[in-house]
């Protein structure tokens, strides 16, 4: 399979739809422990990349994850618009030029979860999006170093994603709005870990179709 930025478009497209689909679920839960508008935060971002989506797939990714990031923080707003685009804005840093194989996207996309990280200062364990972030990119890591076979990858990726945001129901939160509530912020799915696994398994979809295409 060739990992290019042509395929952008559809993955952003592939986005727009999950969180589209689950706009209501998804604004319960931030209603629930948040101040609600986290997915209106998010598709106004998504709306951004679609506008760009044309463009963004004649980039090298490391190019595109740059622009992914800067319209991720400047549309989105939020503590979500500036984690997005830290994530992405750090990945693009860790591209360079290298070639993408898994081993050198793993290592990119861990560098973008450390840098999401450092910015919201918090890490795993503490009711957010990196509750779903900071498994996946180990999962990527494990699976480069015992060279696991793409569609493996990719399916493991999703399971981890979906129990990463099922970990999250019964946190505590102590990082972002959630975390005024204290103990009333158990016994809900966080609504950043929700939409970052929603967006992980849609992209998840698109390359294993990709991967089975015929070429
Ligand atoms: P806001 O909380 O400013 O209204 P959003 O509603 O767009 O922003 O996003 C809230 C989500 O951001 C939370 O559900 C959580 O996943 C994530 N989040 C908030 N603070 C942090 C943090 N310090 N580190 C990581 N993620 C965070
Ligand atoms: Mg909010």
């Known amino acids: 399979m060739q990992l290019v930025p042509a395929l952008l478009p ?3 497209q592939a986005i727009d739809n999950a969180i589209e689909t689950n706009a209501e679920a998804v604004t319960a839960l931030d209603q629930a422990i948040g101040d609600g508008d986290h997915v209106t935060n998010l598709q106004r971002g998504i709306k951004a990349l679609t506008a760009q989506s044309d463009e963004l797939a004649q980039l ?3 190019a595109a994850w740059q622009k992914i990031g800067m319209t991720m923080m400047t549309a989105v707003g939020g503590a979500s618009g500036s984690l997005y685009g830290t994530l992405f804005v750090a990945m693009s840093k860790a591209a360079r030029e290298r070639p993408l194989d898994l081993q050198t996207f793993a ?3 861990s560098a973008g979860v450390d840098a ?3 910015r919201g200062k918090a890490d795993a364990g503490e009711k957010t999006m990196l509750d779903v972030l900071i498994p996946v990119a180990a999962s990527l890591r494990q699976a480069a170093a015992n060279s696991v076979a793409l569609p493996e990858v ?3 990726v999703a399971q981890t994603a979906i129990a990463g ?6 946190m505590l939160a102590t990082k972002g709005r959630a975390s005024f509530l204290e103990e009333r912020s158990r016994g809900h799915i966080d609504a950043g870990a929700k939409t970052s696994q929603l967006m992980i398994c849609a992209l998840v979809e698109v390359l294993t179709e990709q991967l089975t295409a015929p070429a």
């Open 116 to 118: 999401v990280k450092q």
């Open 165 to 170: 945001m099922e970990s999250t129901r019964d």
């Open 10 to 12: 559809r993955l952003i």
């Open 107 to 109: 290592e990119i996309f």
């Open 154 to 156: 990719l399916e493991n």
């Open 60 to 62: 090298d990714w490391a």
